[in-house]
């Protein structure tokens, strides 16, 4: 059809009937007069309308199939992110746990040298001074803490403050190279200086060169003048290895620091020092060692020979079966009435031959 007046004239007509009939449609409601129309058309395109809903049907099941998955995803996402949150929930439950115990040893040990602490949470590793061995804590002058405090843990010595903020404070670790405390030898009293190597046991230098150490030997914190920085009693580590005395008027012993310096999370600074030097009361009791088992062991007899009560096979007698001393075989099986006593058996050569007459005896016919 082409395009010309007439046809425009006839679109345009055919347009405003349509709407002629939507609205008479539309106010008519259920008895409007295009219903039998309606119905006509329904059962004439119905079966047209069935059959090409069937031949798109696996479209139609793919759209809703994707529209299902988009729900489906989201489902999924809001489940892992539950599960998430479980977990997260759950790691949270065990790291709270692990900081009530570390709370818990820091309070013990701080009972037992009657030290009064503050607790902090170690809240970054390594200040910005350069590549020492620092932390940095969440406490600071509002909280009252001032420049070299004593810092400690449920283990033992950690360091002192050297720099303080409004709210957070540098720790210098114990293992820092540029670290010094002074040491007491448990029990000996020997004194001396440990400083720190690093990742390395802590070397110290006792002020005795003939100085009586072994492995195994347990040091603390000798105190410092004002107890600034060091509060004294403080556990520092065990011995485990001493260089031979040379004659030098020191001494060098290697030490294992009791504190992890690695693994920090709670730790507690020292704001008020004991009143009296608690010595060794902070030093954890030494383990007891395991009784030793002894075990005896009895040789086999000789080849050939069988303990008394024992068979050729090695297995023992009842006790009814065996044979008191002095008795044969043949006497066993003899009623115990029958049995002669052991004075009165003969031996070979006092025994009587019934054929032998006696040599004494005359002639005794009369």
Do not use: C
Not at 124 to 149: C, K, L, P
Not at 160 to 189: H, I
């Amino acid at each position: 059809m082409r395009d010309t007046r007439e046809s425009r004239l006839l679109l345009v007509l055919l347009i405003a009937i349509a709407f002629a009939l939507i609205t008479v449609d539309i106010r008519g409601g259920q008895e409007s007069p295009v219903d039998g129309a309606r119905q006509a058309a329904a059962a004439v395109f119905g079966p047209v309308e069935n059959g090409v809903a069937s031949a798109v049907d696996p479209i139609g099941n793919a759209i809703g199939a994707v529209r299902d998955s988009g729900e489906r995803h989201n489902r999924i996402a809001a489940l892992e992110q539950e599960n998430a949150t479980l977990k997260a929930r759950l790691g949270s439950d065990d790291r709270n746990g692990n900081r009530l115990r570390e709370l818990d040893a820091m309070l013990k040990t701080a009972g037992a040298g009657q030290y009064g602490i503050k607790g902090a949470e170690v809240i970054a590793i390594g200040a910005a001074q350069g590549f020492s061995w620092t932390v940095t804590i969440d406490i600071g002058a509002r909280d009252g803490i001032r420049r070299d405090m004593t810092v400690l843990n449920g283990s033992g010595l950690v360091g002192r403050v050297t720099t303080v903020g409004p709210t957070t404070s540098t720790v210098l670790l114990a293992n820092d190279p540029d670290f010094t405390v002074g040491t007491r030898m448990e029990k000996t009293d020997e004194l001396g200086f440990a400083t720190g190597q690093g990742d390395r046991p802590l070397l110290v230098q006792l002020l005795n060169g003939k100085a009586k150490v072994k492995k195994g030997d347990r040091l603390v914190t000798f105190g410092s003048q004002a107890d600034k920085p060091f509060v004294p009693g403080v556990p520092v580590g065990e011995v485990v290895r001493v260089d031979p005395a040379g004659g030098g008027l020191t001494r060098n012993v290697y030490v294992r620091p009791y504190v992890g310096f690695t693994k920090l999370d709670i730790v507690g600074v020292v704001v008020q020092a004991p009143r009296s030097d608690p010595r060794d009361m902070v030093l954890p009791q030494k383990p007891k060692p395991a009784p030793t088992v002894t075990v005896t062991v009895t040789p086999p007899p000789p080849d050939g020979q069988k303990p008394d009560g024992q068979t050729a096979d090695g297995q023992r007698k009842p006790a009814d079966q065996q044979k008191p001393d002095g008795q044969t075989a043949a006497d066993q099986q003899k009623p115990a009435d029958q049995q002669k006593p052991a004075d009165q058996q003969k031996p070979a050569d006092q025994q009587a031959d019934p054929n032998q007459q006696p040599q004494d005896q005359g002639d005794t016919t009369p």
